[in-house]
């Protein structure tokens, strides 16, 4: 579904991106992790037009979207639930998910989506009329994602959805996400809690200085050795060599890792 062959991309002439391969396949759930700097919200920029590729091929359905704006990029089917809240406070929970239908003409078509969304998130029709400045950070990311789904995408894209959320909200948020997927969606997540990502993934990606390093299944890439000396602070290429010669082995992961 969604290809990047060979793909560097940065800002103001320095890449963070530096020759990246990676293909997202229709019906996936596909986790991308990696330390800080690794390249991760860059790759999701690229994504949704925000930014464009210095060198490489990014296609979707088969169509380069190298190019595109972010409103070719929505049209084609793909949305973004970015990484900070942007809801509008001041407007109600309805008006805010409405407005994810803003390409849509059909007046009908607008309730009827808004009708399945509010099946899937319940939050949404409890509290239709409330300030969405007045919901809880989990509540309002429930928000976000059924404003997204108001385009009917094929592909949703998530920039660390858990972040900022106790544990409790951030399991409700997790749960969301696998229920988008079991409901049709393909998924491309970046998501800083390593555990929580890929155990729900049906394919994980690792991201260290720019470049994918492994991919898998979500629950190898998980248990692959390697992981473990990335998330001490080492890297993948330290990782191969104590995984080879039982270095490391017994040494505690910090939170959110493997």
Not at 18 to 24: E, I, K, N, T
Not at 121 to 128: K, T, W
Not at 142 to 164: H, I, K, N, Q
């Amino acid at each position: 579904m969604l290809v990047f062959e060979g793909v560097f991309a940065g800002y103001g002439g320095g890449d963070i991106l530096r020759g990246v391969d990676l293909v997202v396949e229709e019906g996936s759930l596909t986790c991308v992790v990696g330390p800080n700097g690794a390249g991760k919200s860059t790759l999701m920029k690229l994504v949704s037009g925000l930014l464009h590729p210095r060198v490489g091929r990014l296609e979707f359905k088969g169509r380069s979207i190298a190019r595109a704006t972010p409103r070719q990029i929505v049209k084609q089917g793909i949305v973004q639930v970015m990484q900070a809240r942007n809801l509008f406070p001041e407007l109600t929970v309805r008006e805010n998910v409405e407005l994810g239908a803003f390409l849509v003409s059909d007046g009908e078509v607008v309730r009827r989506r808004y009708a399945e969304v509010c099946e899937m998130f319940p939050i949404v029709g409890e509290r239709a009329k409330d300030r969405a400045g007045s919901l809880s950070g989990g509540q309002q990311r429930m928000v976000e994602f059924a404003r997204a789904l108001m385009t009917d995408p094929v592909l949703v894209t998530l920039d660390e959805p858990s972040m900022g959320l106790e544990p409790r909200a951030a399991k409700i948020i997790y749960d969301s996400i696998v229920s988008m997927h079991r409901a049709g969606r393909s998924i491309l997540l970046v998501e800083q809690n390593v555990r929580a990502g890929l155990e729900r993934a049906t394919h994980g990606v690792v991201m260290e200085a720019g470049r994918v390093r492994l991919e898998g299944t979500g629950a190898d890439v998980l248990a692959n050795p390697q992981m473990r000396a990335l998330y001490l602070g080492g890297t993948i290429e330290e990782g191969r060599v104590a995984s080879s010669t039982g270095v490391g082995a017994g040494a505690a992961a910090p939170p959110g890792a493997p």
